[in-house]
Every structure is written in structure tokens, then in C-alpha cells.
Nanobody, 122 residues
Framework: QVQLAESGGGSVRSGGSLRLSCAAS????????WGWFRQAPGKQREGVATIDSDGTTTYRDSVKGRFTLSKDNAKNILYLQMNSLKPEDTAMYYCAADLSYWRVVAGTPDYWGQGTQVTVSS
């Protein structure tokens, strides 16, 4: 079992920044693949960024150049630095992990955190 706990959400004004953290505990491993997802009210959950076991990151087009995903393998913490935030970034943000990168990409990883709320006002 893997437990994931997000933190760092909050309310900011448009153009502001936040850094989300996702701490992993339990049967963690450095070869896992990770992702950040978000879900706004009334909308489907969408992938924001992923990182595979080699450290290669991918981002959805709307956050490229603004969000940066990184991972501290020694501490098993996943980060999402979010800059130049926009009101459309408002959502509950979730981190997730799986041994399979393709399950992360597909949005069906085995392990999920409880989420942290990000609210961006104009």
C-alpha cells in the first residue's frame, strides 16, 4: 500500500504562485511514475503533469511554461510549482502514483491522494 498526502493548496490572485507537495509513505519505491491531476466543479478530472521513472516530465498544453513538476527521490515527495496562476486553474488537485507510466497517463493509477484545493481569483 502507498499513501499519498497533498499539501500546499490555497487561495491566490491571478498571476500568483503556489507550490503543491505530495508526500508518499508506505511501500514507496523510486521506480514509480507519478502525476498531478485536477478536477474543477462540474468538470471531468484532467491530467496536469506526469513524471516517469526516468524523470521525464510531460505537461498539458494549458500549463506548459507555468507549472513545473519535480520529485525528491530521497524524501519521496512530489512537487508542482505553479506560477502565473489563472482563474481557470481553480480546481482540486490530486497526486497519484503507479508502477505503470501508462496507467498514470491514462488517469487510472492505483494510488491517489485526498486532494488539495487551489482557488485563483481574478
Amino acid at each position: 500500500q502507498v499513501q499519498l498526502a497533498e499539501s500546499g493548496g490555497g487561495s491566490v490572485r491571478s498571476g500568483g504562485s503556489l507550490r503543491l507537495s505530495c508526500a508518499a509513505s508506505g511501500d514507496t519505491w523510486t521506480q514509480s511514475c507519478w502525476g498531478w491531476f485536477r478536477q474543477a466543479p462540474g468538470k471531468q478530472r484532467e491530467g496536469v503533469a506526469t513524471i516517469d521513472s526516468d524523470g521525464t516530465t510531460t505537461y498539458r498544453d494549458s500549463v506548459k511554461g507555468r507549472f513545473t513538476l519535480s520529485k525528491d527521490n530521497a524524501k519521496n515527495i512530489l512537487y508542482l510549482q505553479m506560477n502565473s496562476l489563472k482563474p481557470e486553474d481553480t480546481a482540486m488537485y490530486y497526486c497519484a502514483a503507479d508502477l505503470s507510466y501508462w496507467r498514470v497517463v491514462a488517469g487510472t493509477p492505483d494510488y491517489w491522494g485526498q486532494g488539495t484545493q487551489v482557488t485563483v481569483s481574478s
